[in-house]
């Protein structure tokens, strides 16, 4: 299953070509896009050290970039990470690497905030709980580690998208024969589906930590883990 994701995201969508998939987003999703920057913005604080998993073109790290004080990307997909690069001359505080969100090469402590957005815990296609493991790890005392997933009502509003997408060629035909409960299947073999809390709790609640959901925009669950300060 890894080797699936990471090689449909570096062939069929990276670079320009994921960009597109945000470009040709409909007016309710493009409002999901949004309200979920401005959440993630009200759990930082100016000046804070950001992670942001499966940060394909850069598309939320630039958003972030105006109150962090450092923005570190990192994606499996090289195509994208050039494509962010590329537009990161001159945004000074922001930096994109190639790396895996289940083997991050950082050391422990190194950021106040770790944001893994837009469905990325869904679709890394490695354990939920590795990914929560090393943003936990790389998180500072006090520092948060925040994953998204949609809600079951946005249901129809991610059809709506996934159908715009394979109207402009990005994606595979969808499969509404096979869609449901949550996951859309496409007929080029791409897979979308959602986190629960209750899901979220058995595979990934790690002890020591507080767990914090929040619902916004009709549209998002926020599943945010708080790293306890040692003493």
């Given at each position: 299953?890894?080797?699936?994701?990471?090689?449909?995201?570096?062939?069929?969508?990276?670079?320009?070509r994921?960009?597109?998939?945000?470009?040709?987003?409909?007016?309710?999703?493009?409002?999901?896009?949004?309200?979920?920057?401005?959440?993630?913005?009200?759990?930082?604080?100016?000046?804070?050290?950001?992670?942001?998993?499966?940060?394909?073109?850069?598309?939320?790290?630039?958003?972030?970039s105006?109150?962090?004080?450092?923005?570190v990307?990192?994606?499996?997909?090289a195509?994208?990470?050039?494509?962010?690069?590329?537009?990161?001359?001159?945004?000074?505080?922001?930096?994109?690497?190639?790396?895996?969100?289940?083997?991050l090469?950082?050391?422990?402590?190194?950021?106040?905030?770790?944001?893994?957005?837009?469905?990325?815990?869904?679709?890394?296609?490695?354990?939920?709980?590795?990914?929560?493991?090393?943003?936990?790890?790389?998180?500072?005392?006090?520092?948060?580690?925040i994953?998204?997933?949609?809600?079951?009502?946005?249901?129809?509003?991610?059809?709506?998208?996934?159908?715009?997408?394979?109207?402009?060629?990005?994606?595979?035909?969808?499969?509404?024969?096979?869609?449901?409960?949550?996951?859309?299947?496409?007929k080029d073999?791409?897979?979308s589906?959602?986190?629960?809390?209750s899901?979220?709790?058995a595979?990934?609640?790690?002890?020591?930590?507080?767990?914090?959901?929040?619902e916004?925009?009709?549209?998002?669950?926020a599943?945010?883990?708080?790293?306890?300060?040692?003493?």
């Amino acid at each position: 299953m890894m080797d699936y994701y990471l090689d449909y995201y570096a062939d069929n969508l990276s670079g320009l070509r994921l960009k597109k998939c945000y470009d040709v987003a409909p007016v309710r999703f493009q409002q999901y896009l949004g309200a979920e920057i401005d959440f993630a913005k009200s759990r930082m604080k100016s000046g804070d050290a950001v992670l942001d998993l499966g940060c394909g073109y850069g598309r939320i790290a630039f958003a972030l970039s105006a109150k962090a004080g450092r923005v570190v990307g990192i994606d499996t997909a090289a195509g994208s990470i050039e494509l962010a690069s590329e537009l990161a001359r001159g945004v000074s505080n922001c930096e994109f690497s190639v790396m895996d969100a289940g083997n991050l090469s950082f050391p422990e402590s190194s950021f106040d905030v770790v944001f893994c957005l837009q469905n990325g815990i869904c679709a890394f296609g490695v354990s939920r709980r590795k990914i929560v493991d090393e943003a936990l790890r790389v998180t500072r005392g006090g520092g948060r580690a925040i994953f998204t997933s949609y809600t079951s009502e946005f249901w129809p509003h991610r059809l709506e998208w996934f159908e715009a997408m394979h109207k402009h060629g990005l994606i595979g035909e969808i499969d509404y024969q096979e869609s449901k409960d949550g996951v859309i299947y496409c007929k080029d073999g791409h897979q979308s589906g959602i986190m629960t809390e209750s899901e979220f709790r058995a595979s990934c609640e790690i002890d020591g930590s507080g767990l914090m959901v929040t619902e916004f925009d009709r549209s998002c669950l926020a599943f945010e883990l708080t790293k306890k300060t040692t003493a």
